[in-house]
């Protein structure tokens, strides 16, 4: 008897059907993700039982590390760093704080994660590379918090422009699990004086075995 022979046929899938659906997914992601820009500083912020959170929007952050020596080992001084998330907003800030830069200076430093240099000190900071601006924020930034001439610091004249462009920011205040108390005091004395004492603490949650 002879063999029975089966005939092949070629298995089509339509694949239009999960295409879309990758396709959807690709640009709901893309849409809804928020990317993450890195800080001029490491900050690791203490752990807290607190599950209250920062709004996401119209924020104005105040970022405050502990000053450390060439081998990384704290001194005891902290440095302040600011960010605001509307780059609009942050616009108009720095026009107030520095009128006289050119239109190539301020969209570089509506490009930076954060700022944190003197105003006296923009022009030049803004003139230098990418590689040296990250290089001397790390070593050397930090708004100043002392007053001038018994008037506003720089830090409370920085926080006044961004409320004068938008009356409804929010205050976060983000600082280093080993920042000095004294720094940490420093800002918020900054912020009473200046009528601000509403103001969110950046923690992270701690576990249920830590608590």
Do not use: C
């Not at 022009?123 to 001397?136: D, G, H, I, P, V």
Request: hydrophobic share 35%; net charge neutral.
């Amino acid at each position: 008897m002879g063999k029975v022979k089966v005939k092949k046929s070629d298995i089509w899938i339509d694949m239009t059907p999960m295409s879309d659906v990758m396709t959807l997914l690709l640009t709901f992601f893309m849409l809804t993700s928020t990317f993450v820009k890195n800080e001029p500083v490491k900050v690791v912020t203490p752990g807290s039982v607190s599950e209250i959170k920062v709004p996401e929007n119209g924020v104005l952050t105040i970022l405050v590390s502990p000053e450390k020596d060439k081998a990384g080992r704290p001194t005891g001084e902290g440095r302040v760093f600011m960010s605001i998330d509307n780059t609009d907003q942050l616009g108009k800030t720095l026009n107030t704080m520095a009128p006289n830069l050119n239109a190539k200076q301020i969209e570089t430093f509506k490009a930076e994660a954060a700022f944190g240099v003197p105003v006296g000190k923009l022009s030049e900071y803004l003139s230098m590379s990418t590689q040296n601006r990250a290089k001397y924020l790390s070593t050397q930034g930090g708004i100043p918090l002392d007053s001038i001439k018994g008037g506003m610091s720089e830090f409370q004249q920085w926080v006044d422009a961004a409320r004068n462009v938008n009356q409804d920011i929010k205050i976060a205040l983000k600082a280093d699990a080993a920042t000095p108390y004294k720094t940490v005091k420093k800002v918020m004395s900054e912020l009473q004086d200046m009528d601000e004492s509403h103001y969110y603490m950046i923690t992270q949650l701690k576990k249920e075995e830590e608590r």
